[in-house]
């Protein structure tokens, strides 16, 4: 039996979904910007491109936290007004991040944008990764509010 100091690795998921009274095309543009996230996304300092390609698969970009901090995330799956798959290659405590941003047009014109992601952490505790996942759900959801605030202007 595991004691409550050791470390192993963990998986886990998080998954944070928003309406937004915007048109699923509109809200389409502005998450498909996938270097505009200083715009929506909480403490992103800047993103910048590290592939010529801008959009879909293969594109990939470099984020900097307001902590100078830093991310990498490559576009690994692309489906056209609907949704895309990254996965960050260097920057957080994971052995492995996978993360789709879809949207999803209702009625009233209305869109539904889900955000999940999996993760395996590298050698952590359980109470840290816990911590990690309470953290990126708070992440997540506080970008999709600002996101939401932002198109719904």
Known sequence: MAKLGDKSFHTGTVKKTISI??????????????????????DVKKTVYLSKKRRGIGAIRL????????????????????????IATEGLPLRAYVATIS??????????????????????????FADF????????EASLVNLKILLER
């Open 63 to 86: 984020i900097t936290f307001e902590d100078d901090s830093q991310i990498e995330e490559h576009i690994v799956a692309w489906q056209n007004g609907e949704s895309f798959t990254y």
């Open 21 to 42: 009274k915007a048109s699923k095309d509109r809200v389409w543009r502005k998450i498909s910007d996938i270097a505009g996230l200083p715009t929506w996304v909480v």
């Open 133 to 140: 996942l309470a953290f990126m759900g708070s992440f997540y």
């Open 103 to 128: 949207v999803k047009a209702k009625p009233k014109k209305t869109a539904e944008l889900t955000w999940k992601s999996y993760f395996n952490s590298k050698k952590m505790s359980e109470k840290e």
